[in-house]
């Protein structure tokens, strides 16, 4: 697989992490046990592609279309297995991959109500978050697999979303 920024024109990493109480309310409903593209993962240790999966995943892949494309598809054959594979998918409805994997191979598709506030870097190198502050001097970080990253900046990156079960 190509690496995850190689995939991409900008020069930052191609993943997004889901607000917690988004994740914690489906895996309430869906108890994973397993990500296999987890937010800021050093490939150099392992890839979703070389290990086994859990029996009930989430998914949030990277959202380039390459990557994105590997993901799911690597998740179909993951279902295909015998694993739940939950996707959390940004909406691209008139694509190939929408046509010809997503859509032939669902047993569930949800439009998510309202764009996820999701968390991350965006095209101009600056850490996204949801949490708005007054005082942008305020320094206060969350750690991410082992990345310390700001808890609080101005904006977020927002897309419009959509679970597709496997």
């Known amino acids: 697989m190509k690496d995850r920024n190689s995939v991409r024109n900008l020069p930052t990493p191609d993943d997004w992490m889901t607000p917690p109480e988004y994740y914690e309310k489906w895996n309430k409903k869906f108890k994973f046990d397993f990500d296999p593209y987890p937010y800021m993962h050093d490939l150099t240790k392992w890839s979703a592609y070389d290990i086994e999966w859990g029996d009930r995943n989430f998914i949030n892949p ?67 978050n949801y949490h708005l502050i007054e005082d942008v001097n305020f320094k206060e970080v969350i750690d991410v697999n082992g990345v310390e990253i700001p808890k609080y900046v101005k904006a977020s990156g927002q897309f419009d979303s959509m679970i597709v079960l496997f």
């Not at 598809?73 to 046509?99: D, M, Q, W």
């Open 62 to 128: 990277p959202y380039s279309r390459v990557a994105k494309e590997l993901a799911v598809k690597e998740a179909i054959e993951r279902a295909n297995n015998g694993a739940l594979c939950f996707c959390l998918l940004p909406v691209s409805l008139s694509t190939k991959l929408y046509h010809k994997h997503i859509k032939p191979n669902a047993m569930y598709i949800e439009y998510m109500e309202g764009r996820i506030p999701f968390i991350g870097i965006n095209s101009k190198g600056q850490h996204v």
